[in-house]
């Protein structure tokens, strides 16, 4: 199981941190994604750590360089700090886990799901 929280409302400018905890099934090999949902628009890739080697990263380019995905295993726990965020980065954002790693950007990668939380930016 896979619980996202964290979301709320901010402005442009501000930081927010969202966490997935993972429950219930051992995710320690399974790469880790973030995904979201805007309103009237399908839900795109964020970023993703893959937890077998070392914890890369890869993250979609409208995030880059704002966005940060780690992992804290003792805790099971993924975290997305989101900072300098843009009214553009609303929407609902999802964990998912992903157990074989062959192509994390694709949502049908991903068979466990967490519920979203909702992320609003205010300009």
């Known amino acids: 199981q896979l619980q996202a929280s964290g979301g709320g409302l901010v402005q442009a400018g501000d930081s927010l941190r969202l966490s997935c905890a993972v429950s219930?099934?051992?995710?320690?090999?399974?790469?880790m994604g973030w995904f979201r949902q805007a309103p009237g628009k399908e839900r795109e890739f964020v970023a993703h750590?893959?937890?077998?080697?070392?914890?890369?990263?890869y993250y979609a380019e409208s995030v880059k360089g704002r966005f940060t995905i780690s992992r804290d295993n003792a805790k099971n726990t993924v975290y997305l700090q989101m900072n300098s965020l843009k009214p553009e980065d609303t929407a609902v954002y999802s964990c998912?886990?992903?157990?074989?790693?062959?192509?994390?950007?694709?949502?049908?990668?991903?068979?466990?799901w967490g519920q979203g939380t909702l992320v609003t930016v205010s300009s």
């Open positions: 750590i893959n937890w077998r080697s070392g914890g890369s990263t």
């Open positions: 998912a886990a992903d157990p074989f790693g062959w192509n994390s950007r694709r949502q049908d990668s991903y068979p466990y």
């Open positions: 219930g099934r051992t995710f320690s090999n399974y790469v």
